[in-house]
């Protein structure tokens, strides 16, 4: 087999389907700004500003989270020079479990298909919790109607599934208009933290690396990573850019660096507003309250209940964009036989990957469903069962991803080395094994640290069988590659190669003797 599983094809030999046109995601459909827009909207920034950063502050108490965000920018800026590299050789919509499997083989790259399929699901399924919680509550508090949570969560269920079924370019539309206006109004919230800052004034104690010590510094690193969430989705869509070889390590770099900044200048504003010695103190009372009491009393009334609202349609534009992501997940594994045929075809309207779409709308409807049986509390209270969806299955979800950036990067080095051309990569592989052995790290301490993650009491299973959940999802997608290879090994050899294949087959038609 030639190295680094590569294909060689005239130039007019190139197509850019897969065995007719309902094998095929539509090309051209997304930009720089839309593909940017897109994978921005998973990072979800007011829900991170107002949900993650006082739970970093207040419960594991880490002061200097701010650096944080500094420190994993760079960690990942490192991990994107060999990603965004290889995203100009490989476009596939199966990205991580793609380039795993151009890497480091194709049992491999089943086995991580199955783990990107569950860590995206569960990312996307955990935030129909908070989601369904908050709209019962602006409810209540606006209307005097009292719904519970799962009802709300389930009407999102519909309307996330019915937009996955439109085209992307439409999706990163409502995507881009909602992440504009909620990054718009946290700007101004820091812009007016800094201007009137607590009783110890514009400090920079966040950015002491002093402050980054603590037991909780495990978690608070999973949390973080989770924040950054989204970018390493770039190369999904590299099949629905124009010139992917260019947008999509572009966009990847662009949003790694926006995350980096705005959240570390958010997490400082917020530090800054209280004064770096009150801020665990205050994060630990309000809690999600936190941003929303700042806000009020530097902003008014009308301002805060705009951020309210934001923060609703917020989290619906990152379900929408983690839905896009599993949906595709699910088409490329279809493509290449690692699901059943049928989720490798599109909507022949629009060009969407309607029955991965499908799988995740059912998927998340169930999970939900499940959650809101065991729900015995009353209206309004946000306990189990609606903070255990959230922070469960979130939990889960960076887990798995922070496990595929780790395998990405080594699969990177092993790629150029297979085509020989490590010598003038050199540089890319340093940082690809610098960004990996970090991202290792962190995700033992998120698995060192699970029961700390979730809220789990000391001695609960909880702490090990819900990260046993990637494990199980890896070890059983490697099964599954095994059993490939050994009952259909002409499919086991495509698993990466997406598009590529048929260009394989074309070849082997136009030269049988070869």
């Known amino acids: 087999m030639p190295t680094g599983r590569s294909t060689t094809l005239p130039a007019e030999a190139e197509i850019r389907t897969y065995k007719g046109q309902d094998r095929a995601l539509r090309a051209d459909r997304l930009g720089t700004a839309g593909l940017l827009l897109s994978v921005l909207a998973a990072s979800a920034p007011l829900m991170v500003v107002a949900g993650v950063m006082p739970t970093i502050f207040g419960v594991m108490g880490i002061v200097g989270q ?20 290889m995203s100009r050789h490989v476009h596939n919509a199966g990205a ?11 049992t491999a790259g089943a086995s991580a298909s199955l783990v990107a399929l569950v860590a995206y699901s569960a990312m996307q399924v955990g935030v129909y919790g908070i989601l369904g919680f908050e709209i019962s509550g602006l409810l209540a508090t606006y209307l005097d109607v009292g719904v519970a949570w799962w009802i709300p969560a389930l009407i999102a269920v519909a309307a996330t599934g019915a937009l996955g079924w439109l085209k992307i370019d439409l999706n990163a539309k409502v995507l881009g208009v909602l992440l504009l206006i909620e990054c718009a109004l946290v700007v101004v919230f820091d812009a007016a933290a800094l201007g009137k800052p607590g009783p110890e004034g514009l400090s920079l104690t966040a950015f002491d690396p002093g402050t980054l010590s603590g037991a909780g510094l495990g978690t608070a690193l999973c949390f973080c990573i989770a924040a950054f969430v989204g970018f390493e ?39 800054v507003a209280t004064g770096p010695a009150r801020i665990t103190a205050a994060s630990a009372k309000a809690g999600p309250a936190l941003l929303f009491e700042l806000t009020e ?41 690692l699901l059943p045929a049928r989720f490798g075809r599109t909507n022949p309207g629009t060009g969407a990957p309607a029955t991965g779409s499908l799988l995740q709308t059912v998927v998340a409807a169930v999970v939900v469903i499940v959650f809101a049986l065991t729900d015995s509390l009353p209206a309004g209270d946000p306990t189990a069962p609606v903070l255990h969806l959230f922070t469960w299955m979130g939990s889960v979800g960076a887990l798995g991803v922070t496990v595929l950036m780790a395998a990405s990067s080594f699969a990177v080095i092993a790629f150029f080395v297979r085509r020989g051309t490590a010598g003038a990569q050199v540089w890319r592989l340093t940082a690809a094994a ?39 999802a ?6 599954h590659g095994l059993l490939l290879k050994s009952r259909r090994p002409e499919a086991h050899a495509r698993i990466g190669l997406g598009n590529e294949a048929f260009r394989l087959d074309q070849a082997a038609e136009a030269d049988p003797a070869g």
Do not use: C
Request: net charge neutral.
């Open 474 to 479: 890896a070890l059983g997608g490697l099964v």
């Open 434 to 472: 610098l960004a990996g052995l970090a991202l290792v790290a962190i995700a033992v301490y998120t698995v060192r640290d699970f029961g700390v993650l979730v809220g789990a009491a000391e001695g609960s299973a909880l702490s090990w069988a819900l990260p046993a959940i990637i494990f199980v």
């Open 66 to 85: 701010p650096l944080l965000f500094v420190i994993l920018g760079v960690v990942l800026a490192l991990f994107g020079v060999g990603y965004a590299e």
């Open 297 to 337: 009393s530097r902003l008014g009334a009308a301002f805060t209940d705009g951020l309210h609202v934001l923060f609703v349609t917020g989290m619906f534009a990152a379900m929408l964009s983690f839905h896009n992501v599993v949906a595709r997940y699910a088409f490329a594994m279809g493509r290449e036989g």
């Open 96 to 106: 991580f479990y793609a380039y795993i499997a151009r890497g480091l083989g194709p």
């Open 233 to 271: 989705q770039s190369p999904v869509y590299a099949e629905e850019t124009s010139k992917p070889h260019i947008v999509v390590s572009r966009v990847m770099f662009l949003a790694i660096g926006f995350v980096a900044v705005f959240f570390a200048l958010s997490a400082w504003a917020l530090s």
